[in-house]
């Protein structure tokens, strides 16, 4: 397998509008680092206020509902899949506490070359990770940033997206995929800039959550140290491979 080798330089313009949560806010600056456990279920709707849930949502290609496709909290950094072959964790600023993974490759063969199927959940795999509760209250009538670190490999990624919902998760906006804004195989900082609208209208922005999705067959992607905040960037990006 081809090695590939990608340093990722960012930078980001010196003020936010406003930090509202997470790791620029000083705000459950553990749960944003993805410092504490995950709860993991395969239903969803009702989820905890104070951590982050996995929810599986299907697996083989949806013949398993809900199966058993997880992200999960890893500290050693890195994709354990047979194809990945690497043991140096991301350069993310927080990763020794904890990063967040959703390992397709690994939870398709448990590692293994060739032992398609045989893992804890067959790909093609479709999960989620909701965020705990957060008070999006002072975004109300501006426009929602969400700021993470990334690292994925695609192989048949279908969407590796963002999303937010006003009502405790019961329903959620429009997903934003984010590969657009920064390449597989690239160490960086993403930042999500919501529609003007996203938030119109809504009267109780106290039980917000944001949701990370993963549909697709392999690799994996990575995420970790995650902000929200009121838009107000201007970033770019260049990598060396």
Aim: aromatic share 12%.
């Amino acid at each position: 397998m081809k090695k590939i080798i990608c340093l990722m330089l960012v930078f980001v313009s010196s003020s936010y509008a406003q930090n509202i949560w997470g790791v620029d806010a000083g705000i459950d600056q553990a749960l944003a680092e993805f410092a504490e456990d995950f709860t993991e279920t395969g239903i969803p709707g009702s989820y905890p206020e104070d951590a982050w849930t996995a929810l599986s949502v299907n697996d083989s290609g949806g013949s398993n509902i809900p199966g058993s496709a997880y992200w999960i909290r890893s500290t050693i950094g890195y994709s354990q899949g047979a194809y990945w072959n690497g043991t140096t964790p991301v350069s993310s600023p927080s990763q020794p506490n904890g990063i967040a993974i959703f390992d397709s490759d690994y939870m398709d063969n448990n590692g293994n070359t060739g032992a398609f199927g045989t893992g804890s959940s067959p790909a093609p795999h479709l999960g989620e990770l909701i965020s705990p509760r957060i008070d999006l209250t002072l975004l109300s009538g501006q426009r929602m940033a969400v700021k993470f670190f990334s690292f994925y490999r695609n192989f048949q990624i279908s969407s590796l997206s963002v999303s937010v919902s006003t009502d405790d998760g019961f329903t959620w906006g429009n997903p934003i995929d984010y590969r657009s804004l920064l390449g597989e195989l690239t160490q960086g900082i993403v930042v999500v800039e919501f529609p003007e609208d996203e938030l119109t209208g809504v009267t109780d922005l106290t039980q917000s959550r944001i949701k990370f999705t993963f549909s697709g067959d392999y690799y994996f992607a990575i995420i970790d140290d995650v902000s929200i905040s009121v838009s107000d960037l201007i970033y770019e990006s260049g990598f060396e491979q």
